[in-house]
């Protein structure tokens, strides 16, 4: 049910930046500053690395970066590292009464 | 340091109940929502529901007349139960602690297979 588009991949070398899309609509990522970023390494929990569109939490590296421009919301890491390659997903607050809505999630590929 | 720790049994038959404990070691339940979140590779992930200590609940509206998420605060834990589960029901599942704008604390994940 993933209502959030994201890219399927991203790639890029090292010390590049790079910038995963996350488009909803006026419902959801338009309307809500409820947007967060989430890094899954395979077989592991999620990590979360951005809320509240733009915030980091206590101990992600400022190498993330979270934006917001109409109905679609972007995560970028800069100075890409080996350890960045993992899948990322965004979530959001939506009006709608399943309460939050899942990007598909992109994986990350450092060349 | 707040973790979350699952545990539940991997591997059922269609029909049977699916049930979940996701402990809470570190930290208190007060002031926060406690998701159930799934996930597949097919369907990516999907949100099962929420519930706070006060007692608000939240649950998608897709599973909601199968599901049943509880807190138990003498043993800082939640669980879900999903009954009559089918093959569609195989995923991952994960446990978080949340609020509408994020999932900042999340268990390790447990798979669960429905299979005859």
């Known amino acids: 049910q993933s209502a959030l588009t994201q890219p399927a991949s991203v790639s890029g070398s090292p010390g590049q930046s790079i910038t995963i899309s996350c488009t909803g609509t006026s419902s959801d990522v338009g309307n809500y500053d409820y947007v967060s970023w989430y890094q899954q390494h395979p077989g592991k929990a999620p990590k979360l690395m951005i809320y509240?569109?733009?915030n980091r939490p206590s101990g992600v590296s400022n190498r993330f970066s979270g934006s917001k421009s109409g109905n679609t919301a972007s995560l970028t890491i800069s100075g890409l590292q080996a350890e960045d390659e993992a899948d990322y997903f965004c979530?959001?607050?939506?009006?709608?009464?399943?309460?939050?809505?899942f990007g598909s999630g992109t994986t990350v590929t450092v060349l | 340091q707040v973790h979350l720790q699952q545990w539940g049994a991997g591997l059922l038959k269609p029909s049977e109940t699916l049930s979940l404990t996701c402990g809470v070691f570190?930290?208190?339940?007060?002031?926060?929502?406690w998701s159930w979140i799934r996930q597949t590779p097919g369907k990516g992930l999907e949100w099962i529901g929420e519930i706070k200590v006060s007692g608000s609940s939240n649950y998608n509206p897709s599973l909601k007349t199968r599901i049943s998420i509880l807190l138990d605060t003498s043993k800082n834990q939640v669980s879900l139960d999903l009954s009559s589960v089918t093959a569609a029901d195989t995923a991952l599942y994960f446990c978080?602690?949340?609020?509408?704008?994020?999932?900042?604390?999340w268990g390790q994940g447990t798979l669960v297979t429905v299979s005859s």
């Open positions: 978080s602690r949340g609020s509408p704008n994020a999932s900042d604390i």
């Open positions: 570190g930290g208190s339940l007060s002031g926060y929502y």
């Open positions: 509240d569109v733009s």
């Open positions: 979530i959001s607050y939506t009006s709608s009464n399943t309460r939050y809505v």
